[in-house]
C-alpha cells in the first residue's frame, strides 16, 4: 500500500505544472484581431498603446486590431491628407505618430479631430518607419526608393527641431529599430535584381549611438540572412520561387532566372526584410516580407544563435508589435496567400516589449529584467509548495 502511495504522490508531482515552454510557434490570430479585416494590401506600421492594445495603418487611417471597422484617424479627417500611410507609434509625450512617406510628412493624431504636422520630412526619400528613444528626445527614420535600390537613414532631435542625415553604407534601408537599452540602432538593407524583383543581398547593420550628440555611428553589418537561411537549412512551405513573378517587368527574363535555380534555397531569395520591433531585454524580432517568416534574435548573443519562425497564415508579413495585457504578445500583419486579403499571426513571448515598456512610464530605464504579473507570482509559489508537499509524501511513505 504504501508502494502504490509512493508511486501515486511522484505521480502527482511529475504531473504538476512546471511553468515549461515548448518551442514557440506562430497562430492564427484573428479571432483577437478583427481589425485587420478589409485593410488591403497597404497593411502595414503596427504599433501599441500604453495599456497593450495594438493598431496598423494602411494607406489612408489608423486602425485599433481588437474590432472591426475600428477607425482612430482616416485620410482628411481634420482638415489633414496623406499619400500612403507606412509607419505608426504611440508615445508618452509626443502624441501618436503617424508616417506618410509619399507625402513626405509626420503628422500628431492624437486628437484624431485635430491632427497636427509632426514633422516636415521634404528633405528625406520618405518617413518609412521610424523608432522613438527611450527619453523620447530622439527620433530616427528610415527611407528608400525602392525601385533605384537605394536607401537613407535620419535623425530628428526633438529638443533643437534639428533633423540629419545619417551615414548609410547600405541599400534599401526599411525596418528600423533601437536597441532595449538604446546603446544601439538597427536598420534593415537590401538590394534586388531590377528586372526579376528577387533579393541578391539583405542584412541588418547596427550602429552605435553617441551618447553625447544621439548621432549613429560606426555602421557594421550584424546579420547576413542569406548565410542564416544557408546556416540553417531553412525555406518555409509555399515561399520563394515565384513570389515576385508580379511584380517582374520582364516575364521571359524572371521565367528564365527561376529556370536557372535548380534549388531555390541555395540560390537568390525571394523574400524582403521588412519592419522590426525589439523587447525590452535585447531580443529583436524581423519581419521577411513574402516569406512567411519571422527572424528571432536574442542581440546580446551572436547573430548565428538568430532562428527563423515560419507564420501560419500571414504570408507577406510587413510588421509587428508587441501588445497585450502584459506586453508579450507578439503579433504579425501583412498579407494573406494569394496577396489579397489581410492575415494577423501572434506569440506569446516571455518578456514585454520595448515600446508598451516604456509607454509604462519607464522611459529612460535600460533594466534588462522583465516585469512577473501577480498571476504568474501566485502560480510560480504554487507550483514551488506543490512539489514540495509532493516531494515530503513520496519520502515518507518510501522510508516509513
Given at each position: 500500500m504504501k508502494s502504490l502511495l509512493a508511486f501515486a504522490f511522484l505521480a502527482l508531482a511529475t504531473a504538476a505544472p512546471t511553468g515549461s515552454q515548448s518551442e514557440p510557434?506562430?497562430?492564427?490570430?484573428?479571432?483577437?484581431?478583427p481589425g485587420v479585416i478589409g485593410l488591403g494590401g497597404g497593411i502595414e506600421g503596427t504599433s501599441v498603446d500604453k495599456t497593450g492594445k495594438l493598431y496598423t495603418v494602411n494607406n489612408i487611417g489608423l486602425y485599433a486590431l481588437d474590432k472591426e471597422n475600428s477607425t482612430l484617424w482616416t485620410n482628411g479627417t481634420g482638415g489633414m491628407s496623406v499619400v500612403g500611410l507606412s509607419s505608426s507609434r504611440f508615445t508618452r509625450t509626443l502624441g501618436t505618430l503617424i508616417g506618410d512617406p509619399s507625402g513626405h510628412k509626420v503628422l500628431n493624431v492624437q486628437d484624431?479631430?485635430?491632427?497636427?504636422?509632426?514633422?516636415?520630412?521634404?528633405?528625406?526619400?520618405?518617413?518609412?518607419?521610424?523608432?522613438?528613444?527611450?527619453?523620447e528626445k530622439k527620433i530616427y527614420f528610415s527611407g528608400m526608393n525602392w525601385t533605384a535600390n537605394v536607401g537613407e537613414v535620419w535623425y530628428y532631435n526633438v529638443e533643437s527641431k534639428k533633423l540629419e542625415k545619417v551615414p548609410w553604407?547600405?541599400?534599401r534601408a526599411n525596418g528600423i529599430e533601437l536597441s532595449h537599452d538604446d546603446a544601439h540602432l538597427y536598420v534593415t538593407s537590401a538590394r534586388h535584381n531590377t528586372t526579376t524583383f528577387q533579393t541578391l543581398f539583405s542584412s541588418v547593420i547596427r550602429y552605435d549611438i553617441n551618447k553625447a550628440n544621439g548621432m549613429p555611428e560606426n555602421p557594421q553589418t550584424v546579420l547576413d540572412y542569406r548565410k542564416l537561411r544557408n546556416d540553417a537549412g531553412y525555406f518555409p512551405k509555399d515561399a520563394g520561387t515565384n513570389m515576385y513573378a508580379n511584380l517582374s517587368t520582364d516575364a521571359t527574363a524572371y521565367a528564365a532566372a527561376v529556370k536557372d535555380r535548380k534549388n531555390p534555397q541555395d540560390n537568390e531569395m525571394d523574400f524582403d526584410p521588412d519592419g522590426m520591433r525589439m523587447d525590452s531585454k535585447g531580443t529583436l524580432f524581423a519581419t521577411l516580407n513574402a516569406w512567411k517568416t519571422v527572424v528571432m534574435w536574442d542581440t546580446t548573443?551572436?547573430?548565428?544563435?538568430?532562428?527563423?519562425m515560419e507564420l501560419e497564415t500571414v504570408y507577406w508579413p510587413t510588421n509587428l508589435e508587441l501588445g497585450g495585457p502584459e506586453g508579450k504578445t507578439v503579433t504579425v500583419v501583412g498579407k494573406c496567400k494569394g496577396n489579397a486579403n489581410t492575415c494577423v499571426d501572434s506569440f506569446?513571448?516571455?518578456?514585454?516589449?520595448?515600446a508598451f515598456k516604456n509607454l509604462q512610464g519607464d522611459g529612460g530605464n535600460t533594466g534588462t529584467g522583465s516585469q512577473t504579473s501577480p498571476a504568474a507570482r501566485v502560480m510560480g509559489g504554487f507550483e514551488g509548495w506543490w512539489m514540495f508537499i509532493?516531494?515530503?509524501?513520496?519520502?515518507?511513505?518510501?522510508?516509513?
Open positions: 510557434q506562430f497562430k492564427n490570430a484573428i479571432g483577437k484581431n484624431p479631430k485635430k491632427p497636427t504636422l509632426f514633422l516636415d520630412a521634404s528633405q528625406m526619400l520618405q518617413p518609412n518607419d521610424m523608432t522613438i528613444s527611450l527619453d553604407t547600405g541599400d548573443k551572436a547573430s548565428t544563435t538568430a532562428k527563423f506569446e513571448h516571455s518578456t514585454p516589449g520595448r509532493c516531494t515530503i509524501g513520496f519520502l515518507w511513505e518510501f522510508l516509513l
